[in-house]
């Protein structure tokens, strides 16, 4: 039975903890992966013993967020994009990630950052970069229309898609196409015609001296055809009549359960409307509707846990948020480059396929040696201590060592073989070594690479 | 013989010998007091004569004539002292990092095992270096037998012998207790009793310990112990030479037989192969004609309060230097650097005589192909800038072999000019037109031809555009080239082209290139009033006989650094994954260690037939003082 069998109404109630379905670390677990980036031991224990709801709420809404630890990261965030350097920009939101004190917010900014896709490769610069991250942070929980008009104004993703010129004599059809195409309403729900009327509505878009500006003589000022409405639209205008279409909320509710719920199989059209029509209803806000989708029975079932394959940053960032331990982000984002997911650096303007395509055997060797260099790299930061300190901490054996990392890394339950191997390695040699070991071990397990 | 010589001193042997030293002289040193009272024999056997007679030599008169590598350290109780005194200790002790380091796994298992020594013989082990080796540290390399050898002179060679056999008794007790066998093997040369330990071998010579790890060569350290006849390294001109050539009261000094490295082919690959990179050969293509014909080079170092020291020295004749690489001394050997303009912040400078036309001619015989052909292409381009005039012959000809290079920091608050988030030092070309009336109309020119390829180049890329500017200065013309503002916006926390301002200076005969108008215009004003105190020598006492001198003021490297403060904390936080606390700590203790600082200083200079190279480091007056 997969979820598209689930009664749609039953998916997106409520979740109520049952005895086949507790409310427990290992739900917890899931939660912060899901929405955020894993969370430490100690963080678990705190969310076990809260009402599931509760936890959904503060996690989502970020009710946590540390305003000063937030002011010091975007102060961060100024210093390094004046290096003039995207690939250290990368540096920094990895390291915002990881210190983050709203991870959900992390995660959907990463979320934005994939929908629209915008490549520092093409820019080359980062403070443009920086500005276009720091407009998805602010309205990844708010009204999807604000974020499309605020991208379509957006410097960066002008340049990127060749738009930084859109002359009513020839208009630029490259953002149009997009905007239908992979931001708002996906293929086959829009025609040739609305693209090109569209392009028209742009006209008059433009980025000069790394700003946007609206060139008012070059703006088509003529009557447009969209999607059968005729009127002398603008861009902004444009966005809300996309937005008014059917398929617009089905397009974005659909993303986002591939983002939260499950990879694959894709979603049938009933079992997403309730999404659909939740945004709808409440103008194409986000936060809410993650909020639903994360506090949904859907969520915590099996159906989803461990459905999804994890992107090469949620890999490396669960690890070290779990352990409770930091790195040298500049590598990481690095190694995230090589394993396919560099930040700031999405492969095309479709950006991340995500799901089975983060693994070949390539990456899969990628990625096992990224979990050995990450506990190797941290040296003595785990928790402000040693590796060996932290497991042994909550661990006093190679058993309970194996299970107490396992809860804390994996979202499937261990297979008994690889639990023994596992147990085996955490027993061997020195203790420092062998949890580094334990912890490399993990990273080769096929749960490891589930989330 | 180069096999040989690679042997002595490749990486595992030298690291056995260190082993060694550091054992035995520590071992020896810390068991010595408990011995104190032993009364011995001096020497072993028939070995009391060769005892006898080794107490009254010097290390030199002890070492081979074939000894290739040479150093000593006279006076080791003396560095101890230093050290343990000096007034930056306390300054290092209260580091954080310091503090961390000594908390370490490692360094608290090194000190347990060097207070179990300690308490072993009732001696602080500092106490027990004066005392026992307060007659010198020596270490030969022998290139004909292949060993190293370390002699270290006690002052009491009773003591020597008793901690001797301390040691000896400590190893066996060991080796006994583990159920080994006895791990020294007692061997016997011309009376003299020697020990096998492993790989290495000890034996004492009336005050000296001998340590080396080839029997062949301990037996030429007896042999001349015992026979005045057998050549020594004292009785070799070169040596004795060398010895002469090294100031008064080093704190260690060390000599090399270059010659006979040289002929065992072991700078074959550093003197014969040519480099494919033009600065690599300004830099050190002088000292490589000297490597290959001086027959041998010294060493000094001079630890005090104040500043370290460390003097490189070699016999030097300019009929060494072929003709290629005459722009590096001049001819006859007689090229002086030129006195330094010093702006104000000046962070680093740098005064050297090169014949830029001369190194470009001679190129074609001093670079490999690979370095020929980026010339040529790199000429065919910069003539393009300069009329189609040829690059090497009519411009870099057409200046004197003088050259300065200034690094300075900016004052923005003067530039009126944006503000960068990133702080970058100026940086200045210093040259001397021979014929300033033909010149200066054509390199203003390329000046402006240059700054109009930038502006295509930067228009393209969304730079602004650089605005070209004239003033009279005293008696000088600056030609500047501004980069334009589009509003206030630009004028804080700026991108990094804030840092530049091209511009092109003349004042008299000197043409200086900057990278900002500010220390283009500082260097006019230097080289109009020589007499200001903003030109000075570079505190050199014989000007002539500087060839190249380089210059950093710890201070401004300081300021510079802080102004970048927020920079550096945000590379240290990604790089180390710190959280921004503990990034600025590191930071700080950084700029710190800079702080105690006074200024660096690196001097190439050919007083009469030598070459000589000196680095010194001088501490701030805050830090030399307890």
């Known amino acids: 039975m997969t979820f598209n069998e689930l009664d749609p109404a039953r998916a997106w109630s409520a979740f109520e903890p049952t005895a086949t379905t507790p409310w427990d670390r290992a739900a917890a677990a899931h939660l912060f992966r899901r929405i955020g980036f894993g969370a430490d031991s100690g963080q678990l224990d705190d969310a076990a013993a809260q009402k599931p709801a509760d936890v959904v709420r503060r996690l989502v809404r970020g009710e946590n967020a540390d305003e000063a630890a937030t002011k010091e990261l975007d102060t961060l965030g100024d210093t390094v994009a004046a290096s003039g350097n995207p690939e250290a920009l990368a540096a920094w939101w990895l390291h915002r990630m990881i210190h983050t004190t709203d991870a959900a917010l992390e995660k959907l900014t990463l979320f934005w950052h994939g929908h629209f896709a915008t490549s520092g490769a093409k820019v080359r610069d980062s403070r443009l970069m920086l500005a276009q991250n720091r407009m998805f942070r602010q309205h990844a929980r708010g009204r999807f229309a604000e974020m499309v008009q605020a991208v379509s104004r957006d410097p960066a993703m002008l340049l990127y898609l060749d738009s930084a010129t859109n002359r009513k004599v020839h208009p630029n059809e490259n953002y149009a196409r997009e905007v239908m195409e992979l931001f708002c309403l996906g293929l086959d729900n829009y025609t040739e015609r609305d693209i090109q009327e569209t392009a028209r509505a742009f006209t008059g878009w433009e980025v000069r001296s790394g700003r946007f500006r609206f060139n008012s003589f070059q703006h088509d000022t003529g009557e447009k055809t969209l999607f059968g409405q005729r009127g002398n639209y603008d861009g902004d205008a444009a966005i809300a009549i996309i937005l008014d279409q059917p398929a617009a909320a089905r397009f974005i509710a659909g993303k986002l359960f591939r983002y939260y719920i499950a990879d694959e199989p894709a979603p049938r059209a009933e079992l997403i409307e309730p999404i659909a029509e939740m945004l709808r209803e409440n103008g194409f806000e986000i936060g809410p509707v993650v909020e639903r989708m994360a506090g949904s029975e859907l969520f915590f079932s099996p159906h989803a846990r461990g459905r999804k394959i994890r992107s090469p940053v949620e890999l490396a960032i ?53 979990a050995r260099r990450l506990v190797e790299d941290s040296k003595d930061r785990f928790a402000d201590g040693s590796l060996a300190a932290l497991v042994e901490k909550h661990a006093n054996s190679p058993e309970k060592a194996v299970d107490w990392l396992a809860g804390i890394l994996l979202a499937k339950p261990l297979a008994d073989e690889s639990r023994k191997t596992l147990v085996e390695v955490a027993a061997r040699g020195d203790r420092s070594d062998a949890y580094k070991n334990l912890v490399a071990a993990v990273g080769t397990l096929p749960e490891f690479q589930l989330g | ?56 030599k010097s290390a030199a008169e002890l070492l081979p004539a074939s000894t290739v590598f040479y150093a000593e350290v006279a006076r080791p109780g003396e560095l101890v002292d230093t050290l343990l005194g000096h007034p930056l200790r306390k300054r290092v002790e209260s580091l954080d990092a310091y503090r961390a380091a000594v908390l370490s796994k490692q360094y608290l298992q090194f000190n347990f095992g060097l207070a179990v020594a300690e308490a072993a013989v009732g001696m602080k082990w500092d106490e027990a270096v004066k005392t026992l080796a307060g007659d010198g540290v020596f270490l030969g390399i022998d290139a004909g037998t292949q060993g190293g050898v370390v002699l270290v002179h006690a002052t009491d060679a009773k003591k020597l012998a008793a901690v001797r056999d301390k040691l000896f008794a400590f190893v066996r007790s060991d080796a006994r207790n583990k159920g080994k066998d006895d791990p020294i093997e007692e061997i016997e040369y011309r009376g003299v009793k020697a020990y096998k330990l492993g790989e290495g071998y ?96 010294t060493a000094a170092l001079y630890i005090d309060d104040k500043q370290v020291r460390l003097v490189a020295s070699a016999p030097h004749d300019p009929s060494w230097v072929a003709k290629p690489r005459e722009f590096y001394f001049g001819p006859e050997g007689k090229g002086a ?48 800038f300069f009329s189609g005039k040829e690059f090497g012959r009519e411009i870099l000809g057409a200046f004197e072999p003088e050259l300065q290079i200034v690094l300075a920091r900016q004052d923005y608050a003067k530039t009126g000019g944006g503000v960068p988030e990133i702080k970058l030092p100026s940086g200045a070309i210093v040259l001397r037109m021979k014929e300033p009336e033909k010149m200066q109309q054509k390199l203003k020119v390329a000046f402006q031809s240059i ?13 602004p555009q650089l605005d070209q500017n004239t003033e009279r200065r005293t008696d000088g013309l600056v030609v500047s080239a501004e980069y334009m503002m589009d509003d206030d916006a630009q004028r804080t926390n700026g991108k990094i082209y804030h840092n530049f301002s091209p511009t092109v200076a003349v004042v008299g005969d000197h043409f200086i290139i900057a990278s900002t108008k500010q220390v283009a215009q500082m260097l006019v004003e230097a080289a109009t009033h020589p007499a200001s105190g903003s030109a000075t020598n570079g505190d050199s006492p014989s000007v002539a006989a500087v060839n190249t001198a380089l210059e950093v003021d710890a201070a401004v490297v300081h300021a510079l650094l802080d102004d970048n403060r927020g920079q550096l904390v945000a590379q240290n936080m990604l790089e180390k994954g710190h959280e921004k606390a503990k990034a600025e700590a590191e930071i700080g203790t950084i700029l710190d260690v800079v702080s105690w600082f006074e200024r660096a200083s690196l001097r190439l200079t050919t007083p009469s037939d030598r070459l000589e190279l000196e680095l010194a480091v001088r501490l701030a007056d805050s830090a030399s003082k307890p």
């Open chain 1, 318 to 370: 669960d690890l070290l948020k779990g352990l409770e331990t930091t790195t040298n982000t500049k590598r990481l984002a690095e190694d995230l480059l090589q394993l396919g997911q560099g930040v700031f650096f999405p492969p095309n303007v479709k950006g991340w396929d995500g799901g089975r395509s983060w693994l070949n055997s390539s990456t899969l060797l990628g990625r096992a040696n990224l």
């Open chain 2, 1 to 56: 013989m180069r096999s040989a010589l690679v042997s002595v001193v490749s990486p595992r042997r030298v690291r056995w010998l260190v082993g060694w030293i550091v054992a035995g002289v520590v071992l020896y040193c810390a068991a010595m007091p408990r011995l104190a009272v032993a009364d011995e024999a001096v020497a072993d056997g028939a070995g009391d004569a060769i005892a006898a007679a080794a107490a009254s």
């Open chain 2, 202 to 297: 000890a034996a004492t010579l009336g005050p000296w310990l001998m340590l080396t790890n080839k029997t062949e060569t301990g037996k030429l350290v007896i042999d001349r112990a015992a026979d005045a006849k057998e050549s020594t390294l004292a009785g070799k001109m070169e040596f004795l030479s060398a010895r002469n050539s090294v100031g008064e009261h080093p704190t260690a000094w060390s000599y090399v037989d270059v010659a006979t490295l040289r002929s065992a082919g072991l700078l074959a690959k550093v003197l014969g192969d040519k480099t494919d990179n033009l600065v690599v050969e300004l830099l050190v293509g002088g000292l490589l004609s000297n490597l290959g014909n001086t027959p041998y080079a």
């Open chain 2, 337 to 384: 650097a030129p006195i330094a303009l010093r702006p104000d912040q000046t962070a680093l400078s740098l005064v050297t005589h090169r014949d830029l036309g001369g190194v470009w001619l001679a190129a074609p015989d001093l670079l490999d192909e690979k370095g020929n052909a980026g010339l040529s292409q790199a000429d065919s381009n910069l003539s393009t």
């Open chain 2, 451 to 463: 700054v109009g390829f930038l502006n295509i180049v930067g228009g393209q890329n969304g730079l």
